[in-house]
């Protein structure tokens, strides 16, 4: 018998605005994704976007737009991890976005909003299960459709950002760092 631990936000003021949009329904979803970001990027330790701008993530992009198949994506994404030896949060999101993105018809502007929604999926879950029964989410299927929500509009303002052109360790950066600061600095 296994046992599941949920490893929630840090208790810091940036986290407490974001959570407030878990329950209060009258805190708008933009609003909701703005704080999520700004508090994810003002973590002293696990900073997502720092994880995801990684050159490693982009190689994972890279091997996504050329793999002719999930299994042969699953079997590239692999051994480029085990002989770089840097699995972390930000590669098993980088996977995520990977497989999911082979279903596209331009698999390069999937995969860097599918990072994102990934990312953005992860953030939310650390805490959400918490405000289950309060306020917007009063069933778990309310969760389900309340973080949806806040990934969509992820996707949706991280497709206003230009994509980057090359899947190169620079290219990625800059393309993080610039839907990292649209998400931050978003009107409602």
Known sequence: MGTSINQSSPHTLGWSAAQAGYSNDK?????????VWRAAVNQEIGNVAQLIAQPIVARIGALAIEAKSAADLSHATARLLS???????????ARR???QCL?????????????????????VSRDLPGFVGLGRTQTVGDSMEFRSAVMNHVVNLARTVE???????????THVRNVVKRLRSQDE
């Open 83 to 93: 002989q770089s030896k840097q699995s972390s949060l930000g590669t098993e999101i």
């Open 97 to 99: 976005a990977a497989i």
């Open 27 to 35: 805190i708008p979803i933009p609003r909701v994704a703005t704080e």
């Open 103 to 123: 279903s596209f018809p331009v698999r390069a502007d999937a995969y860097a909003e599918r990072v994102f929604a990934e990312a953005t999926a992860y953030l």
């Open 163 to 173: 994509q980057p052109k090359t899947f190169d360790s620079k290219s990625w950066a």
